[in-house]
């Protein structure tokens, strides 16, 4: 498909199991970001990848979350450990270059701790 | 206190109405401005974006920013029960790669 595709759609997790969330950008697309959504929020940044380099950080809430892009293209996004705070969208988006004028996001992966 | 601040909503409009949305932000080195429209169980989609002040035209959307006094607007003619959505504001400097989201307007459209 021609756009971002995140997957699994939903992911039922229970408090202290592991999670993997998978994003697959659009072709060619140098930059991938990562941001969590939660209801009735706006987006907020997680992580940025530059190809294969994760260039930002800042926004992992612990080091319960990691994210990886090991061949530029697909991307993980890792919690360890899930605890109940961790329900959210989590959002994947890729863009041309630096993002400068926005970014095309995937439909989110929706998490529910339980 | 939040970077960039945005009225939550919700704000219901009869069809036809002219929609104005804003934000307020506290940074001012950010330099470009974007608004992002977003269905449920959706991703946010990109409808404007703008650099520096000034004013952007597209179709039924017209989005401004106020540099000096730190405010941007998007403003919707002629609304349709279509654009009933959750808007959203972002915003970034020119050194960093983030976009800081606002927390979202909802807007609803009444047939």
Known sequence: GAGVSQSPRYKVAKRGQDVALRCDPISGHVSLFWYQQALGQGPEFLTYFQNEAQLDKSGLPSDRFFAERPEGSVSTLKIQRTQQEDSAVYLCASSLEDGNYGYTFGSGTRLTVV | ?111
């Open chain 2, 1 to 111: 206190q939040k970077e960039v601040e945005q009225d939550p909503g919700p704000l219901s409009v009869p069809e036809g109405a002219i929609v104005s949305l804003n934000c307020t932000y506290s940074n001012s080195a950010f330099q470009y401005f974007m608004w992002y429209r977003q269905y449920s169980r959706k991703g946010p989609e990109l409808l404007m974006y703008t650099y520096s002040s000034g004013n952007k035209e597209d179709g039924r959307f017209t989005a401004q920013v106020d540099k000096s006094s730190k405010y941007i607007s998007l403003f919707i003619r002629d609304s349709q029960p279509s654009d009933s959505a959750t808007y959203l504001c972002a915003m970034r400097d020119s050194s960093a790669s983030k976009i800081i989201f606002g927390s979202g307007t909802r807007l609803s459209i009444r047939p």
